[in-house]
């Protein structure tokens, strides 16, 4: 409950990723907090964490491991002497289990929130000016006005709506609803082959819909390093993904029980018939509704507000961190590192965020994992430079653990060798990351990767190995 509204030092207007742990951070650097948050899950209740963990990477993520498992079992026990006989799924099972691990999540933030005395409001929040904020609660009552020294806002992002597929969330679907299924449909297409599109075919084909991704862009995951997206495109077509490159969508309708989807490639004109269709074409910064408009806000023409190095806006004492501002891709990591970074300026302390070393992952089966610059970039850059690649298969563990697909990829500047970037693609590659953004922080060389020590057999033996393939001295396959 809200004691007194004027003894505020910080309002976090948000819950999710970059809400919670700067408010959390407020409130261990002293200051009086509050963080005001709408979201409420299926059964009308109040979690917070917002759409990462609700409805987006974690939500993905548990229901990933449960395809897996189901996937492993049906077809990778065999070998191993195990055979599960009569294997069913259970869909709603699946994603009751994945309702769970948020649920169970969101009360650990709730837990950490009580901890330090931070005031939690479900409300949705309104910036009137740079330091007043109009709240206007979940439960009906009426609106009031909170005043805060600082506001940091931190409402995330919400899916592209398309006027030529409408999400009915019932055959046309929206990514939340692509997590919340409880029926597997024997046909599937995702409009999209972005980080989204790629995450959720992974599950449901991999539970047995028959998946194909309709993708406008001609190239094949331009993000990535592209040695790695072709190598993605190639173990992802083996496992039997249909995607379509160069394929635009341009209208998507319910006929009946199915979905008539109209798309357009090189050879003219399509219509696929499917069971459901997901649209997966992007996210937009939540920001409508956010800011009055006398509060003079600075945004730009699609809706990110503007933001100097440091996540100050136009208004003083005003943040926008996260998926709100155009510092770094949307990745809840980026926003958690910016909520403590903000947190920390606001208590006078001297804090610093390295964007450079910033990894991307996308949790697909093999994942994909990068920290630094791609080879393409660094060419463009005119920058000189040498390659190592590692395949995983030469592992024992990669071996061991029949996940034997995928490589390491380092790169180093051809003349003071430092490492500017790192690609993977394999088993646990988000895990793998780790070693190579801590390497990149700490300003290493692959010089210093090839004379670490790994253990053996790990996955990660891999960075070493790659590293000594940069000076041509593989120990594990043919020089
Ligand atoms: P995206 O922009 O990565 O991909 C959307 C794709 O849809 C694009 O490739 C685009 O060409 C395609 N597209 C758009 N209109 C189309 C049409 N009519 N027909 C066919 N294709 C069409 O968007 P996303 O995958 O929704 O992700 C959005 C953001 O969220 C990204 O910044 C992403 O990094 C982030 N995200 C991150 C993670 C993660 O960290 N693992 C997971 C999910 C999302």
Redesign the pocket.
Known sequence: MIKNPTQYDAVIIGAGPAGYSSAIRCAQLGLKTACIDNWQNKNGQRVLGGTHLNS??VA?VTLLESAKLYHALTHQAGKHGIHANHMTVDIPQMIQHKDDVIDALGVKIAEVFAHHQIDSIHASGKLLNAKQIEITPVDGSAPSVLEAKHIILATG?T??K?P??KVDNEFIID?FAALNMHNLPKSLAI?????????LAAIWSRLGAETIL????ENFL??PDQQISQEAYRIFSEQGLDMRLG????SAKRNRNKVDVD?QDHDGAHTLKVDRLIV????KPNTENLVAAEANLLLDENGYIHVDEHCRTNLPGVYAIG?LNLLG????HKGIEEGIYVAEQIAGQSSFINYDTLP????TEPEIAWVGQTEQALKTMDIPIKVGVFPLNATARAQAIGQTEGMIKIIAHAENDALLGVHIIGAHASELIAEAVLAMEFSASSEDLARTIHAHPTLSEGFHEAALALKKISVHVPL
């Open positions: 987006g990477c993905s992002s899916p592209i398309l030529y597929a990514c409009i999209g082959a972005g980080v989204n599109g790629l995450e309709l993708e406008a862009q331009s993000l394929a635009r969508v341009i798309y997966a074409t992007g996210r998926d891709p949307m990745l809840a991307s992952v996308i949790y």
